[in-house]
């Protein structure tokens, strides 16, 4: 069975950090590009950012360069989303999500019409 589960999320201050973890499970961990996408209440889903679990290539979103840093553990199938510089418009759900890393290459970039599996979200919540 495929899984994929997030934790990490919660209510900060502006300025503040937090770290989003997702344990993958059922699947070859790298044969994918895995990572972020986030919904914000009456907003469409948006890719953040992700990690290619077999070379360690990155994207982000122009939005939040600088600040949010992705990173894997191979190890232990598990990715992570350290966010930093936290603004009340990071506000919303975070889901982590998996595509075959083939298929990140064939529809150039992180999009949501080529994820494979997704999480059930962690709620982020930045207050000003």
């Known amino acids: 069975e495929v899984q994929l589960v997030e934790s990490g999320g919660g209510l900060v201050q502006a300025g503040g950090s937090l770290r989003l973890s997702c344990a993958a499970s059922?699947?070859?961990?790298?044969?994918?590009?895995i990572g972020w996408f986030r919904q914000a209440p009456g907003k469409e889903r948006e890719g953040v950012s992700c990690i290619s679990s077999s070379d360690g290539s990155t994207y982000y979103a122009d939005s939040v360069k600088g600040r949010f840093t992705v990173s894997s553990d191979n190890a232990k199938n598990t990715v992570f989303l350290q966010m930093n510089s936290l603004k009340p418009a990071d506000t919303a759900v975070y889901y982590c999500?998996?595509?075959?890393?083939?298929?990140?290459?064939?529809?150039?970039?992180?999009?949501?019409?080529?994820?494979?599996?997704w999480g059930k979200g962690t709620l982020v919540t930045v207050s000003s």
């Open positions: 059922g699947f070859t961990f790298d044969d994918y590009a």
């Open positions: 999500a998996a595509m075959t890393y083939s298929d990140y290459v064939k529809i150039g970039g992180w999009y949501s019409n080529g994820i494979d599996y």
